[in-house]
Nanobody, 128 residues
Framework: QVQLVESGGGLVQAGGSLKLSCAVS????????IAWFRQAPGKEREFLAY????????TYAGSVEGRFTTIRDNAETTVYLQMNSLKSEDTAVYYC?????????????????????WGQGTQVTVSS
């Protein structure tokens, strides 16, 4: 069992930055994968970023590549999502998710149904 707790959301002006945290606890191992998603009102949950717990390269959705970066703090077992150059369309509830096994970055990771564990989400609001 793995628990995920997001934090760091809030209100920011367009063009600004925000850093989200995903605190991971429980029986996580190097085989796990972590992803970030978001969901705006009336829209489906959208994949943002993927990383394997053991390290390696990250994968980003085209809508955020170059603006968002996800990293894992090994010492704290926390995953971060650094968001820069924020736009009003980035307004959403942001979630981190975990899978006990690595997923195909393109064929499986973008689909919420493939992720077993979810945090409660944190609201990000970007004002224009």
């Amino acid at each position: 069992q793995v628990q995920l707790v997001e934090s760091g959301g809030g209100l920011v002006q367009a063009g600004g930055s925000l850093k989200l945290s995903c605190a991971v606890s429980g029986s996580i191992s190097s085989s796990y994968a972590i992803a970030w998603f978001r969901q705006a009102p009336g829209k489906e949950r959208e994949f943002l970023a993927y990383l394997n717990w053991w390290g390696g390269s990250r994968t980003y959705a085209g809508s955020v590549e170059g603006r968002f970066t996800t990293i894992r703090d090994n010492a704290e077992t926390t995953v971060y999502l650094q968001m820069n150059s924020l736009k009003s369309e980035d307004t959403a509830v942001y979630y981190c998710a975990a899978s006990p096994t690595a997923l195909d970055r393109y064929a499986a990771a973008p689909f919420p149904a493939n992720w077993m564990y979810w945090g409660q989400g944190t609201q990000v609001t970007v004002s224009s």
